[in-house]
């Protein structure tokens, strides 16, 4: 549908809503968390810490809450690569110690505010990284146990998502949704779609508020028309019909974007017929002597573009 990292954008939206985020703690935290966490003082904080080069891998929320009847916070940090990185626990360090800045320098603070970390992985490959910053650090096993005080060391909360049986995935109706979604998306493409809806359905007629589980079931029928590239055309119309049938309330839903995924469909196609037309008036006017900077002018290409275009036609 022409969103740019559909990932961050189905988490953020479903995330981002308070109600959403007490559900996530209250049925994933340990209990020895929750036990000094005031559920009712959660705040969505408008603060992300991705650097630009890592925002198509990564995706974060920070929400403020009382934990242990002082200020704290818990850092979201939701990765959606196919596999895991081995260096997450120092990524997470960097952020934490970001947030610390952000904070101490825009609130004034005399100290440090709790931030606990936890990471949400929904990739390919089993999660084999360390939840422990020790393990980057090289020797840290061997040092003797009062030397080790004087290094930093820290652990996050991993929820790897794919391994997550139907069983285990708790909540109400849109956490239950986003999570069987991600889920399925990397590891049954083209037939998890199918399932992904099967369940959405079944999970969104929990819902009381009908226009909630329609905005809702809208957000997730556009993650997935974004990420599943198996779909094909046949695909969107059979899920539009099935859509009809067992959830009237989403067929206009589904109906839209069917439309919009055609016209895109359709614009995608020209975009590559005109650009692999440029191509070959470029080559024809190489061949004829033509100086690359009218050539570029006349086609709309990079000058780089064709130079690059004639230095493979001379070889």
């Known amino acids: 549908m ?10 953020k939206e479903v995330f981002g809503k308070v109600e959403v985020a007490r559900d996530f703690f209250t049925n994933y935290l340990p209990q020895s968390i929750l036990n000094i966490i005031d559920l009712k003082t959660i705040e969505l904080q408008k603060d992300s810490f991705i650097n630009k080069d890592l925002e198509e891998s990564f995706s974060d929320l920070l929400f403020k809450v009382n934990i242990n009847n002082t200020l704290g916070y818990i850092y979201f940090l939701f990765e959606h690569k196919s596999y895991p990185s081995k260096d997450i626990a120092f990524q997470l360090l960097k952020y934490m110690i970001e947030i610390w ?19 949400i992985y929904h990739g390919k490959e089993r999660w084999k990284a360390s939840t422990a910053l020790k393990e980057m650090i090289t020797g840290y096993d061997m040092l003797p146990e009062d030397v080790k005080a004087y290094i930093p060391n820290y652990e996050y909360l991993l929820y ?7 069983e285990e995935i708790k909540g109400k109706a849109q956490l239950k949704i986003f999570f069987t979604t991600v889920r399925d998306i990397f590891t ?3 037939k998890g779609a199918w399932d992904s ?3 959405a359905i079944a999970y969104l007629k929990e819902l009381e508020d009908k226009q909630t589980a329609t905005e809702y079931f809208e957000t997730l029928m556009r993650y997935i028309f974004s990420v599943d590239k198996s779909l094909t055309s046949s695909d969107v119309n059979k899920i539009v019909k099935k859509i009809e049938t067992t959830y009237p309330e989403g067929s206009e839903v589904v109906m839209t974007l069917a439309e919009k995924l055609r016209e895109e469909g359709l614009k995608e196609g020209l975009e590559k017929g005109l650009e692999k ?13 033509m100086e690359l900077d009218l050539i570029a002018k006349l086609t709309g290409l990079p000058k780089k573009e064709i130079e690059k275009i004639a230095a493979e036609m001379d070889n």
């Open 2 to 11: 022409g969103i740019q990292n559909p990932h961050d954008k189905f988490f």
């Open 101 to 119: 800045e952000t904070k101490v320098r825009k609130e004034q603070l005399n100290k440090l505010p709790i931030v606990i970390p936890l990471v």
């Open 160 to 166: 790897d998502i794919s391994r997550f049986t139907d």
């Open 188 to 190: 049954k493409s083209g």
């Open 197 to 199: 809806i099967d369940r």
């Open 277 to 289: 037309g440029k191509l070959e008036v470029a080559r024809n006017a190489i061949k004829e002597g």
